[in-house]
Each structure stands twice: as structure tokens, then as C-alpha cells.
């Protein structure tokens, strides 16, 4: 079964609004194992519509329209449909009183067009819309299924999931579930990534392994069809294995991990305190950290020491190390890890120094950075980076680097 | 002229990311007027993009492609395209050499599929990628126009200001300019913010008035056609002026400002010194200046004090102040701005203390944040909030709003 996706609103077009609808569908399609090919977005246009129906009826067997149901005259979705698959639109009892109870709970004055929200066609499956005035419909024509949905993604989204998803599990009748895990890598890029294990790339097809670059990771999703939960897994499970064993030195974690949310789980599960001395990301790091719930049990505070006198001044950062190995070298985010380790009395300390661009700093390269982790006593370990991106991406990415290598310390 | 916008990426397919180049590309579009009129997402997929493309052709004068520029198998945007229209891939020494770079500087190791990235049509205008490896083109056959740009939006967005918007002003070759001026506002919300300038709103058309809500802050853009770019300023003023009237208070910026830009340029500017004591933000605020270049002539440093030994022991913040007050108060707000400025010896400080949430925290309920602001010898300004977001959304709204307070402050 191959489903389209078709978004109606001239706001769509332009750029008034991101089209998430489209993303959230796809999400709940591709988990009840249904197939989308296209996504298109139409203006409330009635000809365009026509002619995006068209197109869409020859390549798929389910249509999912959002928007256009509203009361007003841009609102031409279910009219456009009727006249294509030859029904008629008749007014919902049920959805009209909605309406005039609404307005009567509100004590707003309900106009004539509002009761347009109420019209459905004859002969369709009437989706109820709990937050909100317009019902959705799905309904069958020539083997092919037409679901419409209100734009608001606060009506569309509950409507999806309650009442359009068991609809199309009624269709489908599959016994089959989805099954899927996620890799999350950190410290390699997607091509080499993807080198690497192309071997396993090219001859899975149940579980499929697929490659997917964010902004913050590089993860592999991978996706098995089985009769069972247990089974799916079970498929997924040495694949999963073979991977690990090529390239498991870059997994930070798995599914809805995020290398703050990593780092934080082993910070408190080994009970360990954390501070940091930031220089360049002046306090992004322990910010990211207190994203987490939890993470007071583990942060106590920390500096955020961006000029050299504060980092003379307030960490005892001594002016000869400065001098002799500059403010951007590994000598100092050493010190800055230990020192702040000392100073606010935790297990772990963690520095963070360099040349955030884009001007060169401290006789450094912009994108330039040196990251120190001080644990216990042993000798602080330390990392170097030559980034490449702009300011911020420089900062972002030396924060990430470092939870990176947090949590490379605490696995170990 | 008409476009269409075609993202091409089984990742969106799955639901896997949001469509935001689709909302960019179309914003963009609108402002130097070219319509769009469908928007279509299709997967890595070589046939079924050369099924889209034939349709697009038949609707469409420019096509715009966004993603499939990348080194690995699946990414087959260029190949399609240049077999649909009949064109070669050549090598772009420019674009190789660049690559080669990238891996030489970083010390990553270069992979033979990296190369893939460099290939360009042969007979194109290349638009250079100043923030990522692939190049993207423009090229036309048979009156049609077809941009390519790369799927990640960091290197997109630039791209498509800086190089696809003058390539389409050259082809369209407009006299008319369009001039526009957008006015940023914080602490007001959009539907307030329209109610109140409504009688402005409904008889605009030259300038248009169009607000906007984004995740930072409430934009009204006015949107002038004229013959130069003056006479569209002389359009926008009296209105701009006429709005400033009813609403100025709220306006922090105009354009590109951001509140951290904003805050940083007055700093900068009154050659003010700054720190901050940071409790349920832990260096977000501190963090958000320094991601403006420059600001290390202001910010000297800071401190993160996330629980209260550290505020006792790290900022002096006295125990009795905390079991009087709370931890979450006006008079800990004042407390870690006054210590914080004394500590660093600098012209301001600003402390944050609250709830963030999902726990209520020192007794007050979630959402619940003061700030305070210490410049000079004056008493310390202090700001409650009651913010109702999550955890995260709530410690970004409470560095907004101390962003906010503080130029406010310095504007006076």
C-alpha cells in the first residue's frame, strides 16, 4: 500500500508556515509499515487541486489531505474532492452541533460560514475532531482511499493517531509489525560511516540499515518487518552486532539519545559530580547538561572563563602557562578541567579552550580547540579539534565533542 | 515566473526530518516575487524524481531542487537530473580542491566517494557552498530553470541567499525593487500584537504589514514595492513610525537583530563590562552573548551556580538570604547580580534563578524564574516570569527575557 501525502494552504507556499504535518504523517505511516513516495504541497486553489489529485490517483492507493477545511472561501478541499470522485456533501448533525455549542460556550457570535466546517460527504467514514470545529472524513472510491484531515496540527495530530491509524489498520489487515532501532554515532562523518559498512549496507534488506546525518549525529536506522516485537528484534539483533564490531568505538548511544542525555545517564548512574571552566563556549556545555531533569544531583556550577584574567583570577590559572603555551593549547584546558575540578570539589572536571572564529585567538587557527577531562586523580585526558564551521557551529561542535568524549571516559 | 520547490530525500519520507527547506526557499521566493505554486517531496529514488520532474517541467519555469548532493550511493540528484535534461558531470576543480581540504586540515581520513561531491553539470553556473562540501548549480535548457542546492540547512540557507536569489534576479530581470523592514518585538504575544494595530494591518497594501511569531521572538515585516530602493524606505517610514507609536515599547530590533545581537551591540557600544551568575540557565545566557563576535571586549566571564553550596560558597549568597527567601526570589535574583558584578568587577550583572521545570524547586512552582540586574551602583533591577513551557523551553525563555530586560536597560 503506497500512500501520498497532499498539504492544501496557499500559507504553505508562502513560507508562512513549515509543512510538520507532512513529517508527522510520514512517522505514523512508516510505523503501520505504509509506504509514502510523494509528499505535495497545492494553494486552496481549486484547479491545482484538481490536477494534484490526478496526479496523485495514479500513484497511490491512499491520499492523505491536510488543510482547507476551515470556514472560510480560500476553504475549497472537501468541494474539490467531491466534484473529482463524484459525491456529494451533506451537513454532520453531529459536527453542527459541536459547532453551535461552541459558539454558545464561548459567547462568540457564530457566523453563517461556519457551518460550511460541518459538511461531509454522504457517504464517508466521519473522523470526529476533538479539538476542534471541522471533522475529518475518510472515504473509498475505485480502490482508492481518500482521508481528510484539518490543517491545525493540534486537531490533525490526535485525529491521526485515534481515528485515521485504526482506520488504516482496518484496510491494511496486516498482521506485521515494524520494528526498528537507531545507532547513534558521534566523531565519524556519514560517508565514511557508510564505507566502512558497506558490505552490510548492500545485503540487508529485513532488517533494512539506513544512514541519516543530523545537526548534532550521524545514526543508523535499523528497520525490520517480522510477525512479533520479539521477532523483529531478534532479526535486528547481529546485524546490530556486525555493526557495533566495525565501527562501535563511535556509538554514544541508541534510539532517543542525545549526547547530553547519554552523558547525564552515566554521570548519575556512577553518582559522579561534574563542573566545568568554559572559555570559548562560555557555559554551553554545562547549559546543555542542565537540559537533562536529574542533573542537579550531578552539576554542581562552574566558570565560565572567557578573558585571560579571569582565568588568572578566578582559577588560578597560572600567568606563565599562559604565557609560554598561550591561552589555546592543551597545557591550559588541562588546567582548566583540574583547576575547576578543585575549586568546586567534584569528580570530574572539564575545560573547554580555543579560537571560536572567526578571528585566529591566542596565536591559534579560528576552529581550533583543546577539551580537557580531569576524572578522579589520574592525569587529565585531553582532545584537540580543527573545526571548520562558523562561530556558533565551532562552539556547538566543541560542546558535542566534549560530551562525546565524556561519555567515551565513562563507558570505559 | 513560477516555481516549483522539489526536496528530494527518503528521510523526509519517513518522517524522519521536517521539510524546513520548503518554508525558506518559499519565504525567500515570495519576497523577490516569484510565485510558488506546488511543493513536492520525493525520495532517493532515480525514477520516481524523473517522474517528478517531468511533471514539474509541465507547471513550472523554475525548479528547485534541495538535497541527493551528498557522497553516498543514494544521493542521485545530479545524476537524474542530468540525464532528464541532457547534460554531462564534470569535475569541479574548485570544489575538489576545497574537499581535499577539508580532510587535509581536519586530519580525517578522505574516502574515494567524497570525490562524488565535486561533480557538476558541465555547462552550469556553480554556486559555491561556503559551509559544506557539495557545490550547487543553476542551469538552463528549453526556458526552464533548475536550481540545486544541498539538503543540510546550514549550508542551503546561505547558498540560497547569497547566490541562487542574484542568479534569479538576473533572470527575472524585475525593475521593480522590493524594499523591506522588519520590526522585532519580545513580550508581547502575536495575537495582542495584531489586535492592537489592527486598524494598521487592514488598510496596508504599500508597504504590506505581515506578522510573523518565530520560536525567538514576534516580526512584523514591512514590505514596500517601488522604482529604488529609497522610495520604498520613504513608503515604509510613516507606517513603520505609525506603528512604533502604538507598540514601540515591545520593539527590541529591526532586520537581522536578534536579541543577543541587540543586547551585545549596546554593550559593546557603552563600553560596558559584563558578567552573570547563572542557577536554572547554568550559561545559556552568558553562552548566547558569546556567540556575538566581539563580545570578549565585554564579557569577562561568570559563574554557573547550580545548587546552594555553590552560591554560598562560590558567590557569597548567604545562607540566611536563601532559608529567609528561597532560592527561587527577588532577593537571590538581586543577590547573585550584585556578588556576580562585584566578583568579576565589572559594570553589570545579571542573575537567574527559577523553577525550570518539571519539578517545582525552593518552593516555587515550575516556570516560576527572577532576574536580576546590577549596573552600576543602582539598585539591582529585578523581573519575575511565570512561564508555562517545558523544562528547556522555559531556561531559553528566561535568557530571552533577561536579554530583553538588559537592553531595555541599556536603551534608557
Same mark, same amino acid.
Given at each position: ?18 509543512? *510538520? ?9 512508516? +510505523? ?16 491545482? &487541486?484538481? =490536477? ?10 491512499? %491520499?492523505?489531505? @491536510?488543510?482547507?477545511? /476551515? ?44 457551518k460550511k466546517q460541518a459538511l461531509v460527504f454522504e457517504d464517508a467514514t466521519i473522523l470526529p475532531n476533538r479539538h476542534g470545529m471541522a471533522p475529518g472524513m475518510a472515504i473509498e472510491k475505485k480502490a482508492i482511499r481518500y482521508i481528510l484531515l484539518p490543517g491545525p496540527p493540534h486537531e490533525m495530530e490526535p485525529m491521526f493517531r485515534d481515528e485515521a491509524i485504526p482506520y488504516l489498520l482496518g484496510v491494511t489487515g496486516k498482521k506485521e509489525v515494524i520494528v ?11 560517508? +565514511?560511516? =557508510? ?37 523483529? %528484534? ?5 546485524? =546490530? ?10 556509538? !554514544? ?5 542525545? &549526547? ?7 554521570? %548519575?548512574?556512577n553518582q559522579f559530580s561534574i563542573t566545568a571552566a568554559e572559555s570559548l563556549t562560555a557555559g554551553l556545555f554545562m547549559a546543555e547538561l542542565a537540559g537533562e531533569p536529574g542533573i542537579s544531583d550531578s552539576l554542581k556550577g562552574g566558570v565560565v572563563v ?11 590559572? $597560572?600567568?606563565? %602557562?599562559? #604565557?609560554?603555551?598561550?591561552?589555546? $593549547? +592543551? ?21 573547554? @579552550?580555543?579560537?571560536? /572564529?572567526? +578571528? #585566529? ?15 578522579? =586523580?589520574? *592525569? ?12 556558533? #557551529? ?6 558535542? !565533542?566534549?560530551?562525546?568524549? &565524556? ?6
Amino acid at each position: 500500500m503506497k500512500a501520498e501525502i497532499i498539504a492544501i494552504g496557499s500559507e504553505l507556499l508562502l513560507g508562512q508556515i513549515t509543512n *510538520t504535518n507532512a513529517k508527522f504523517i510520514a512517522t505514523e505511516l512508516a +510505523e503501520i509499515g505504509i509506504d509514502v513516495y510523494y509528499q505535495t504541497v497545492v494553494g486552496d486553489n481549486s484547479q491545482r &487541486l484538481n =490536477e494534484v489529485l490526478e496526479i496523485a490517483q495514479k500513484r497511490a492507493d491512499v %491520499l492523505i489531505f @491536510t488543510g482547507g477545511l /476551515g470556514p472560510t472561501k480560500d476553504d475549497m478541499t472537501k468541494e474539490s474532492i467531491a466534484k473529482c470522485i463524484g459525491t456529494r456533501l451533506v451537513s454532520n448533525g453531529e459536527a453542527l452541533t459541536y459547532i453551535e455549542d461552541y459558539f454558545k460556550r464561548t459567547g462568540r457570535v457564530m457566523t453563517e460560514n461556519n457551518k460550511k466546517q460541518a459538511l461531509v460527504f454522504e457517504d464517508a467514514t466521519i473522523l470526529p475532531n476533538r479539538h476542534g470545529m471541522a471533522p475529518g472524513m475518510a472515504i473509498e472510491k475505485k480502490a482508492i482511499r481518500y482521508i481528510l484531515l484539518p490543517g491545525p496540527p493540534h486537531e490533525m495530530e490526535p485525529m491521526f493517531r485515534d481515528e485515521a491509524i485504526p482506520y488504516l489498520l482496518g484496510v491494511t489487515g496486516k498482521k506485521e509489525v515494524i520494528v526498528s532501532r537507531v545507532l547513534k554515532f558521534y566523531g565519524i562523518g556519514e560517508a +565514511e560511516l =557508510e564505507f566502512r559498512i558497506q558490505h552490510i549496507l548492500d545485503k540487508q534488506s529485513n532488517p533494512t540499515v539506513a544512514p541519516l546525518a543530523t545537526r548534532e549525529a550521524v545514526t543508523l536506522r535499523l528497520t525490520a518487518k517480522a510477525l512479533s516485537k520479539a521477532e523483529g %528484534l531478534k532479526l535486528i539483533e547481529p546485524v =546490530e552486532k556486525e555493526i557495533r564490531a566495525i565501527v562501535g568505538d563511535f556509538i !554514544f548511544g541508541i534510539d532517543d539519545d542525545t &549526547l547530553a542525555s547519554k552523558a547525564v545517564d552515566l554521570l %548519575l548512574a556512577n553518582q559522579f559530580s561534574i563542573t566545568a571552566a568554559e572559555s570559548l563556549t562560555a557555559g554551553l556545555f554545562m547549559a546543555e547538561l542542565a537540559g537533562e531533569p536529574g542533573i542537579s544531583d550531578s552539576l554542581k556550577g562552574g566558570v565560565v572563563v572567557y578573558n585571560e584574567e579571569t582565568k588568572i583570577k578566578h582559577l588560578d590559572i $597560572s600567568a606563565n %602557562l599562559l #604565557s609560554e603555551y598561550g591561552v589555546v $593549547s +592543551e597545557e591550559c584546558a588541562a588546567a582548566l578541567a583540574v583547576n575547576a575540578k578543585r575549586k568546586f570539589d567534584t569528580d570530574i572536571g572539564v575545560g573547554l @579552550t580555543g579560537a571560536a /572564529g572567526p +578571528e #585566529s585567538h591566542g596565536g591559534q587557527a579560528a576552529g581550533t580547540v583543546w577539551i580537557g577531562i580531569a576524572i578522579g =586523580e589520574s *592525569t587529565p585526558h585531553t582532545y584537540k579539534l580543527l573545526l571548520s564551521g562558523t562561530r556558533n #557551529s565551532n562552539r556547538q561542535r566543541a560542546v558535542n !565533542f566534549a560530551l562525546y568524549y &565524556l561519555i567515551k571516559q565513562l563507558h570505559t
